[in-house]
């Protein structure tokens, strides 16, 4: 996502949107910044309660990027009308995100236009929405929708009194549980529900109605434990409820100008009594709590799948019914032709091919749950992540190899066409993988400097992290099918290193404009076969170019050609260049891969 400019100082927001009153574009801009920093203190504990779904334990950190991709957002939004303004912040002493304090007064002078109330909670859930990670982040993500539903209803409305904030909650609610599949209480679905149900009885305004929701979501947080068996039996309340606990107390802090806390600090342990941080309040021998839920099945799905997918309502209503065959943790939110899918399945390639039936999917995430993706209890009853020995992360430029690689055990980075991946994306996926050893695979010639600031960023926490600089997919696929995670770490770097190096590869790719190139002029239009990143054919048809790579290729030798089909390439290209090396090559085997929408037409590797 964009960088995000300098949001104002605390105590200057506070002054500019604690007086309670009501809901507008500054004080949603407010509670964007308030929950990014509530989140940011609380992911690392957020993170270690995580046990439902899957104790994977990076609930906190889904819910920061989440939140984060929103804020982004809103910060897109007045950036946007600052620009349009022409300066008008500066002629009120200000500058940036904290200009706008300048035109909090009624009839400030150099006064900048503000954001409507629309334009600030639909930017809001859209961020969300683009950016949601793992199961609480997607249904945070519909929370949000559905709190913009209400709000941005009349678009002309500069702000919103207490009854539109209670309004907007109970919508936020229902929407959510609407949008999973298989709703369970105990979960932030239920802390959610309560929060509304809190708010909806609130008299003032809306400062009141949050500060009832927020006490509402904190008694149902504290509750969990004895309505989720899994939960009981760690000793936690649920993860994603604390997260969405600390997202309203951020909404109390946008109105009051003070973080809740004086009645006692958030729940987090349970045992015989309720640990918090400022107080020790009495719950009772969790035992006697009724009718918890069954805990969840062992050995759940192996993988968790998500993408963003644009499709008509009717489509998705059909791939809800697919998605639920298919695995669990099935939540599908978003809607006017953009939405984003979560589920956990087995068969990763089912999922994304189930998307494909639906419309577009894109920016898609698949990890794998790792044999130590579970928590143990520790000896003060802390649940502790235990880390796998060694993981490998890679990155992959379409859906079908992020498949492909998934299944082969790595934790995949999807690398969208003209949108690589950033240093962070590489970080955040080498901590997904919760692997004491990782093998980085960039796969890409052009990322080596930014996965190296990745690999770099990760070992200040202690993971042992090797950067095999693979150029290509067809690269990766050869370092990844001589991976041994049960040998010595050294050795099996320098294995699929020396597999990755032993790989020629080549791509096939459309000319968008007239240019030089190494094999001479190209017009747009024309086919390139570019062999190690250099152009070496240039042609009109896509078959006989590929033949004519393959055949430079080959003439050096080898024993595997590997073929990876994007979604362009024509169907009989496969069968063609199969039977072209029967025939011609002796003893050279060929293996052909789909890999969906990944840039080029063709990728080829020859081992």
């Not at 929708?145 to 207490?162: C, F, I, K, N, P």
């Not at 969208?416 to 970080?427: F, K, M, N, T």
Request: hydrophobic residues 45%; aromatic residues 4%.
């Amino acid at each position: 996502m964009p960088e995000r400019e300098e949001r104002p100082e605390g105590p200057r927001l506070r002054a500019a949107v604690g007086d309670g009153r009501a809901l507008d574009a500054v004080a949603v801009r407010a509670w964007c910044g308030f929950a990014l920093e509530a989140l940011g203190r609380a992911r690392e504990e957020i993170d270690a309660i995580n046990v439902y779904p899957v104790a994977d334990g990076d609930t906190g950190t889904n819910l920061y990027l989440t939140v984060e991709s929103a804020a982004g957002a809103v910060e897109a939004v007045f950036a946007a009308h600052d620009a349009v303004s022409g300066g008008a912040s500066e002629a009120s002493g200000t500058s940036g995100a904290s200009g706008v304090s300048g035109a909090f007064g009624e009839g400030a002078a150099g006064a900048v236009e503000r954001p409507t109330l629309a334009d600030a909670v639909r930017a809001m859930a859209h961020g969300a929405l683009i950016g949601a990670r793992g199961n609480s982040g997607t249904i945070l993500a519909q929370l949000l929708r559905g709190m913009a539903q209400v709000l941005s209803a009349d678009g002309e409305t500069a702000r919103t009194d207490g009854q539109g904030l209670r309004l907007a909650l109970r919508q936020a609610a229902d929407s959510a549980r609407h949008a999973v599949a298989h709703p369970v209480e105990g979960t932030v679905l239920t802390v959610a529900s309560a929060a509304a149900d809190a708010a909806s009885g609130a008299e003032g305004d809306c400062g009141a109605v949050a500060r009832a929701a927020y006490e509402g979501a904190r008694a149902a947080l504290a509750a969990t434990p004895g309505q989720l068996a899994a939960l009981k039996r760690a000793g936690v309340v649920d993860a994603g409820g604390r997260g969405l606990v600390a997202v309203l107390a951020a909404l109390v802090e946008t109105f009051t100008g003070e973080a809740p806390g004086a009645s006692g600090a958030v729940p987090v342990l349970m045992g015989h009594a309720r640990v918090e941080a400022a107080a020790v309040e009495p719950l009772g021998d969790l035992g006697e709590c009724a009718d918890p839920a069954p805990a969840p099945e062992e050995g759940g799905p192996a993988f968790e799948v998500i993408y963003l997918l644009e499709a008509e309502d009717a489509a998705v209503d059909r791939l809800r019914e697919r998605l639920d065959g298919l695995g669990d943790s099935l939540v599908v939110v978003g809607g006017d032709g953009l939405w984003n899918v979560h589920v956990h399945v087995d068969d990763a390639g089912a999922a994304v091919e189930a998307g494909v039936e639906a419309g577009r999917p894109y920016r898609i995430r698949i990890t794998h749950f790792g044999a130590g993706d579970a928590h143990m209890a520790g000896a003060a009853g802390r649940p502790v992540r235990e880390r796998v020995q060694r993981a490998v992360v890679a990155v992959v430029p379409g859906e079908g190899l992020a498949g492909l690689y998934s299944e082969a055990g790595a934790t995949t980075v999807l690398a969208r066409p003209e949108e690589p991946p950033a240093s962070g994306e590489l970080v955040e996926a080498i901590r997904r993988a919760h692997a004491r050893e990782v093998v980085l695979l960039p796969n890409d010639a052009e990322l080596r400097h930014t996965a190296a600031a990745a690999a770099e960023q990760v070992r200040a926490d202690g993971v042992r992290v090797a950067l095999i600089p693979t150029r290509s997919a067809v690269q990766g696929i050869a370092a990844l099918a001589v991976h041994e995670p049960e040998r010595r770490f050294d050795e099996d770097v320098v294995s699929m290193t020396s597999a990755a190096g032993a790989t020629r590869y080549a791509e096939l790719a459309v000319a968008e404009r007239e240019s030089w190139t190494m094999a001479g002029i190209c017009q747009a239009g024309d086919i390139l076969g570019l062999i190690e990143g250099d152009v070496a054919v240039i042609g009109t048809d896509i078959t006989a170019t590929a033949e004519t790579v393959l055949d430079r290729m080959l003439s050096a030798g080898g024993e595997m050609v590997t073929l990876v089909l994007g979604d362009e390439a024509p169907d009989t290209i496969a069968a063609h260049l199969e039977a072209r090396v029967r025939e011609s090559y002796l003893a050279v085997d060929t293996v052909v891969y789909r890999g969906g929408r990944q840039g080029a037409l063709l990728l080829i590797g020859v081992e």
